[in-house]
């Protein structure tokens, strides 16, 4: 591969929240907003959803990746995670997509936030109704 000592940069977004991911070759670790993913990520659930990519392809000891995350609440910043980093394997080597567009990794996830509308309480609910 000529995409050696390359930093390569995927980004991944969710609902509100955005991650940036740096990816470079090394020894596995991640960083992500200056702590490590089980600080970040307290839950077993969260890391595991949060690495899928480097599971799948098999590639978890092979890059160290520094994550910069923000907006949206920890769910949609796994997410997040997540698709940065198939992005940035990817990038990294192209013959990864099949594997990953098969577990649906390379997919941004459409559904947000819905807004809400005047005459009305939220974005369905309505104000109570009276008769009298």
Known sequence: MENKDKLIIGIGRRKKATAVVKMKEGKGEIIINKRTLEQYFPLFYQREEAIKPLIVTDLKDKFDF?????GGGISGQVDAVKLGIARALVKYDP????KLKEYGLLTRDPRM???KKY???GARKKFQWTKR
């Open 119 to 121: 005459g009305q309480k």
């Open 66 to 70: 520094e994550i910069k995350t923000e």
């Open 95 to 98: 013959s990864l997509t099949p």
């Open 113 to 115: 936030k819905e807004r």
